[in-house]
């Protein structure tokens, strides 16, 4: 309960934050907004958008439309509804991260398992160089090569934008390659640390199997620190979507706020904020509850 | 194992160092300024013995904007890394000796802010000011704080709790003497190792925020930026897009690899 009540206050700050971000910018929103400003179309503008009214009074007016009718108001450069826009992007972005999630959990598991079995011989070194490597390109550079080898020179998959699960899989790899790479490198060290603990020498000695030992035994303890790890993994991938999803144009809520940025659209740029903000804040929370399920001593 | 660690150390500091060669040597080696456009009747040419990574669509050679970026790309990571590190480690050193209301007020800002994804950070700084490559430092600078503050808070706390602080407090240190004479010197290792993480991290961040276009002109020498520039000749010219994001690796690998090696070293 007490968790509930913080998730909300961090809600609150967040939408207090993102308000007054948009507000910080110099310059008249207003006048940016128009090709050739007249006194008449910015007073306009101004009282469309309440600008003409004190801050606070304009923060309550946009949260009353956010929480009161679920509008996020208009985009002013395309003039549509962002609250529509979001909808339409938001399924995208759930897509892509899932998929890349799913993804860099099994393989970076299944990475780190691999370098702490055979830790110290040449596979060890292979297995950390690679999530080394993992963690240093730049992940829409990556988004180009894939591209350009498997869309342009071998024509295997297809070059962008949403459709079947062919659409997915450059998208989704691309974006899973850091937080693999993450996954691999904690999963590594507490296997490693997991398998010189006292249980496993005892697990060994009443003759369980090297297999069973590494999978029943290590895998579990492993778990915890990469089940913490989802929230801020979560966080990233969110964000690694902004870049993701330009390079291959994917009709996401990253590019969404890439181009809004660009245009500086405040409306969209603050809708698509607070959803985004919004969906780390409730992954951590739904994380931190796995977290005291798997980790027995934190229960009280 | 300790040679392991020792030669990705090196390993690292070796893959800097041409680097910052690069950087220093930029205008002896290269072969024009780096927004200048000499051949523009070469424009999209591959590699040639004269141009080593080929001339781009504005007729500028890309081997000279790579050296030249690295000047842009060293000098936005440690803009960014000074702001990250400075304020940090003064922001954990205090919220960890300081306690009470302060180290509240801070420990619910930072994690607050590290839900915000660190890119969104960046991108939301760049609304704010106006893009170039300055505000790109800042911008990223500002958005790795909250980690810094995390670590550093933690060492401090952990560190507090020691034997070695009890005995200087004995000896009548005062809390701040302690917390500057004592402990600082013993999270040194870590803030080093966080200064090339980093250090690795803004070289990535710039480059994706300067790839989604927020460094401003398009004619920075720039790593991102040309990466975002030659995509639009991705088709015809491919190679174009190959050098700059080898660049920005091969810089990230490098201070990674300290990162490692100090973090390393420490245990």
């Not at chain 1, 007054?20 to 128009?34: E, I, M, N, Q, S």
């Not at chain 1, 007016?61 to 002013?76: A, C, H, I, P, T």
């Not at chain 1, 697990?203 to 069973?212: C, D, N, P, Q, Y």
Request: contains cysteine.
């Amino acid at each position: 309960m007490r968790r509930l009540a913080s998730l909300i206050g961090a809600l609150f700050a967040a939408s207090i934050a993102i308000f007054l971000l948009v507000r910080l910018v110099p310059g008249d929103p207003a006048r940016l907004l128009l090709k050739n400003p007249t006194p008449e179309k910015i007073a306009e503008i101004r009282a469309r958008l309440a600008l003409d009214r004190p801050l606070p009074v304009q923060y309550a007016l946009w949260l009353k439309n956010v929480f009161g009718r679920g509008s996020f108001g208009e985009s002013v450069v395309t003039g549509r509804d962002v609250k529509e826009e979001l909808a339409r992007t938001w399924p995208a972005t759930m897509e892509l991260a899932c998929a890349a999630m799913l993804l860099a959990s099994v393989a970076g598991l299944w990475l780190g398992i691999f370098s702490a079995r055979h830790a110290g011989t040449w596979r060890d070194t292979l297995g950390t160089t690679l999530s080394l490597l993992g963690l240093s390109v730049p992940v829409f550079w990556l988004g180009l090569l894939a591209m350009l080898l498997f869309s342009l020179e071998l024509g295997w998959l297809p070059a962008g934008e949403r459709g079947d699960w062919r659409h997915l899989v450059m998208p989704a790899c691309v974006l899973a390659t850091i937080p693999a790479a993450f996954v691999a490198r904690i999963s590594r060290a507490a296997v490693l640390a997991v398998l010189g603990q006292d249980f496993i020498r005892t697990a060994r000695a009443k003759g369980a199997s090297e297999r069973a030992v590494l999978y029943r035994h290590a895998l579990r303890a492993a778990l915890v620190p990469v089940v913490t790890m989802i929230g801020v993994e979560f966080a990233y991938l969110l964000g690694g979507a902004v870049l993701t999803e330009t390079v291959f144009a994917w009709p996401g809520i990253g590019r969404y706020i890439a181009t809004a940025v660009l245009a500086r659209d405040y409306p969209a740029i603050q809708g698509a904020l607070l959803v985004l903000v919004a969906m780390v804040m409730l992954m951590n929370f739904v994380v931190d509850f796995l977290h005291h399920a798997l980790e027995p001593k934190l229960r009280t | 194992m300790r040679w392991s660690r020792n030669s990705g150390l090196n390993a690292g500091i070796a893959l800097l160092a041409v680097v910052i060669v690069a950087a220093l040597l930029a205008p002896v080696i290269a072969k024009h300024g780096p927004t200048e456009q000499p051949y523009r009747a070469e424009a999209l040419a591959g590699p040639s013995a004269k141009h080593w990574l080929g001339v781009d669509g504005a007729g500028r050679d890309v081997f000279t904007r790579i050296l030249y970026g690295a000047r842009v790309t060293l000098g936005i990571a440690l803009g960014a890394t000074l702001i990250a590190i400075g304020g940090g480690v003064l922001l954990g050193a205090l919220a960890g000796t300081m306690r009470g209301w302060f180290d509240v007020v801070v420990s619910h800002v930072v994690d607050f802010l590290l839900a915000f994804p660190s890119i969104l950070l960046g991108l939301v700084a760049l609304t704010v000011m106006r893009p170039a490559p300055a505000s790109v430092a800042i911008a990223v600078g500002v958005a790795s704080l909250p980690t810094v503050v995390r670590h550093v808070r933690a060492a401090y706390l952990s560190e507090n709790a020691k034997q070695y602080v009890l005995a200087a407090h004995a000896m009548g240190a005062g809390r701040w003497r302690i917390a500057v004479v004592e402990v600082l010197p013993n999270c040194a290792s870590l803030i080093f190792a966080l200064t090339a993480l980093t250090l690795g991290g803004a070289v990535l961040e710039a480059a994706g925020l300067a790839f989604l276009g927020l460094t401003g002109q398009p004619d920075v020498a720039e790593w991102g930026m040309m990466l975002r520039e030659e995509r639009s000749a991705f088709r015809i010219a491919p190679w174009l897009c190959i050098a700059p994001g080898i660049a920005i690796a091969w810089t990230v690998l490098a201070f990674n690899l300290i990162s490692d090696g100090l973090r390393g070293s420490r245990r």
